[in-house]
């Protein structure tokens, strides 16, 4: 069986010849985003130098929430058993509490979901986490593909020559921290993970601007406290007359506060003000008025400053990166620094992939940048929204009540519908994780796209370009197991070709037509095979043919009624357990007969086809029809970006 690995190193003949001081890439920092990044890589058999200029992982403080979106991820990588072991803290609602009218103290004005019906989402709450466990997954999974951290090093500076070194162009220089020991290396690709003090972000002369002029001081605690305020296990903005509180409960009894103890809004704004952890505690206590809290012990006490920042570029040569906190800072408010991160990685990591095993044009990274800036950008410009909605104007209880009842009942916006409503909305699918869209381009189909097939996006399509695939459940039609569809497939690195193949009796030629055309010379499909698929495992069950592709065929049947050798044309049924029946019952769609064609706006009869990026997000959606267009239609699509000229099927004919 060809190894993960092997499909990189067949298009990268350096790394066969390539010395101990020569790797596919450089990754300095093992936060959230460097772990991600080196995790993917470290899978697909990439050779990793990886640093950290601290001693160990993240014992206490730092990042804590996993949301929705990142939790998918996070099951779709393998690791969610994992991070659910340590028993997190799980929010599935907000409480806000606000001052008493007319008397002191606080009372309790409403709650709402954190994840509201509406967004479909397989885990509809926050995991909280203490960032140090969330670490610590990864580099468990790290060291068992052989990467190890080296700590404490740094990195001293670098510079980029093709000329001198084609196959390694970047030269690193690193040094462990008490300077007694030094190391040269070259790499195709160094990444800056390094947070928002980056060395190389500075050596690049990149610069961050600024986003919103008021900055704040925060103060931060974690610890485990004794307190009769009721909402404690529960996520919660508190706004008093003495000030602000956020709530975040933990695992293991932990509590994080966050408290705003300076604004450049104040008269005597100072951004290097600061305050002790009896300071902090007596503020809460005055703020939880007329309830008491007290501590039993602190783990972890910060105060730091936050401003919204973005740097101008990701990158300026598509060979060193950054990611994370390196190019984008906010506040903690909406808890998205960690899962922002997450997905940034994730991006890089595909792409970098797809360049190397010789699939992609090197152009292809362009759009790193061009994706997770506009993200960011959407980020920084939404946190505003968000601190000034939660920290500078307490909501009204009857602004709760309406924002709950519209959320739930997806009602339509109206243009009476006030500024808090409106953000409540917004807020609910941006922190959830499944407000990401990104915009089109050569990966995510538009009208604008080279593809021209008629048989793009087909009248009803509910799936949109850029954004994550619909949510659907499905039977696996050879053990009846009931499965979550667009989890079928891990992450491993290649594009999902979901083949929904309505019902036999009015698709079956469709569908014998796609698989036909699909073996043609010059299809994406053929184009690229594995260099030893004639001796792939028969326990093969997501990559028999390609690294790049695997095939998933749903059918709007009943399990009962769907025969794999009678109705899936021989090039499907080798991924026999990608092989569904669509007879699950969905409330999203109460009167469909076949639930996950209707979710995703497919004909129940005729079906469709959906490619969907390595990292989740869809970038087409075509008929399935009679003849060679669906695979001609896909053919344009991958002819985009890819490497070799695709042949018109018809052309073959």
């Known amino acids: 069986m060809e190894s993960r690995s092997s499909v990189k190193n067949r298009a990268s003949t350096s790394t066969s010849t390539s010395t101990s001081k020569e790797y596919d890439i450089v990754i300095v920092g093992a936060g959230p985003v460097g772990l991600l990044l080196s995790t993917c890589l470290a899978r697909w058999g990439y050779k990793i130098k990886h640093i950290d200029n601290r001693a160990e992982p993240t014992k206490t403080g730092r990042a804590d929430g996993i949301q929705p979106r990142s939790l998918d991820l996070l099951r779709n990588m393998g690791l969610k058993p994992a991070i659910m072991a340590h028993n997190p803290a799980k929010v599935y609602e907000v409480a806000f509490w606000d001052p008493v009218p007319s008397?002191?103290?606080?009372?309790?004005?409403?709650?709402?979901?954190?994840?509201?019906?509406?967004?479909?989402?397989?885990?509809?709450?926050?995991?909280?986490?203490?960032?140090?466990?969330?670490?610590?997954?990864?580099?468990?999974?790290?060291?068992?593909?052989?990467?190890?951290i080296q700590r404490p090093w740094t990195i001293k500076g670098f510079k980029t020559d093709e000329k001198t070194s084609s196959d390694y162009p970047v030269q690193v220089e690193l040094e462990h921290v008490d300077g007694q020991e030094k190391e040269t290396v070259r790499a195709k690709y160094l990444f800056s993970g390094e947070g928002a003090r980056s060395l190389v972000r500075d050596q690049l002369k990149i610069g961050i601007k600024h986003k919103d002029p008021i900055a704040h001081v925060w103060a931060v605690m974690d610890g485990v406290v004794r307190t009769n305020f009721p909402d404690i296990k529960m996520k919660c903005t508190i706004h008093s007359e003495h000030g602000s509180i956020m709530v975040i409960p933990r695992e293991d009894d932990l509590v994080r506060l966050y408290i705003q103890i300076a604004s450049s809004t104040d008269k005597d704004w100072n951004p290097r003000k600061t305050a002790s952890e009896e300071e902090v505690q007596n503020s809460a206590r005055r703020i939880l008025q007329p309830y008491d809290i007290e501590w039993e012990r602190i783990e972890w006490y910060s105060v730091y400053p936050i401003g919204q920042g973005i740097a101008d570029r990701y990158t300026l040569d598509q060979r060193v990166f950054l990611g994370g906190d390196a190019c984008h800072t906010h506040s903690p408010k909406a808890g998205q620094g960690m899962n922002t991160a997450f997905l940034d990685a994730l991006n890089l990591a595909w792409k970098i992939h797809h360049v190397e095993a010789g699939f992609a044009e090197r152009s292809l990274l362009q759009s790193y940048e061009s994706e997770r800036k506009l993200v960011a950008e959407n980020l920084l410009n939404f946190d505003a929204k968000y601190a000034a909605l939660f920290s500078e104007r307490p909501p009204a209880a009857k602004d709760v009540a309406a924002a709950t009842e519209r959320g739930a009942s997806q009602a339509a916006e109206k243009e009476d519908e006030n500024q808090f409503i409106k953000t409540f909305k917004e807020s609910c699918e941006f922190t959830s994780g499944y407000g990401v869209a990104y915009?089109?381009?050569?990966?995510?189909?538009?009208?604008s796209h080279p593809a021209r097939s008629s048989v793009i996006n087909p009248s009803g399509n509910k799936n949109r370009t850029g954004r994550v695939l619909i949510n659907s459940n499905v039977t696996r039609v050879v053990d009846a197991n009931v499965v979550h569809l667009e989890?079928?497939?891990?992450?491993?690195?290649?594009?999902?070709?979901?083949?929904?193949?309505?019902?036999?009796?009015?698709?079956?030629?469709?569908?014998?037509?796609?698989a036909l055309h699909l073996?043609?010379?010059?299809?994406?499909?053929?184009?690229?095979?594995?260099?030893?698929?004639?001796?792939?495992?028969?326990?093969?069950?997501?990559?028999?043919?390609?690294?790049?592709?695997?095939?998933?065929?749903?059918?709007?049947?009943?399990?009962?009624?769907?025969?794999?050798?009678?109705?899936?044309?021989?090039?499907?049924?080798?991924?026999?357990?990608?092989?569904?029946?669509?007879?699950?019952?969905?409330?999203?769609?109460?009167?469909?007969?076949?639930?996950?064609?209707?979710?995703?706006?497919?004909?129940?009869?005729?079906?469709?086809?959906?490619?969907?990026?390595?990292?989740?997000?869809?970038?087409?959606?075509?008929?399935?029809?009679?003849?060679?267009?669906?695979?001609?239609?896909?053919?344009?699509?991958?002819?985009?970006?890819?490497t070799k000229i695709l042949v018109d099927p018809r052309a073959q004919l």
């Open 519 to 642: 073996g043609k010379k010059s299809s994406f499909f053929t184009s690229y095979l594995r260099s030893d698929i004639d001796s792939v495992s028969y326990h093969e069950r997501h990559n028999p043919h390609s690294h790049f592709f695997t095939f998933c065929t749903i059918f709007a049947s009943k399990r009962s009624d769907i025969e794999i050798s009678r109705d899936v044309p021989e090039v499907l049924a080798r991924y026999r357990d990608h092989v569904y029946a669509d007879d699950i019952w969905d409330h999203t769609v109460p009167d469909a007969k076949a639930a996950a064609h209707a979710k995703m706006g497919l004909d129940e009869d005729k079906g469709g086809v959906i490619v969907v990026r390595p990292d989740g997000y869809v970038g087409l959606v075509a008929s399935l029809v009679e003849g060679s267009e669906t695979v001609h239609a896909l053919n344009e699509y991958f002819s985009a970006f890819c």
């Open 439 to 447: 915009s089109a381009n050569s990966l995510n189909w538009s009208s």
């Open 487 to 514: 989890q079928e497939i891990p992450l491993n690195g290649s594009f999902r070709i979901y083949v929904f193949a309505g019902k036999p009796a009015s698709s079956g030629q469709a569908l014998k037509d796609f």
């Open 103 to 148: 008397r002191s103290g606080i009372h309790r004005t409403g709650t709402w979901a954190s994840c509201p019906s509406f967004i479909d989402a397989r885990y509809p709450f926050t995991t909280l986490l203490h960032q140090g466990f969330i670490e610590q997954v990864f580099i468990g999974d790290l060291a068992k593909n052989g990467v190890s």
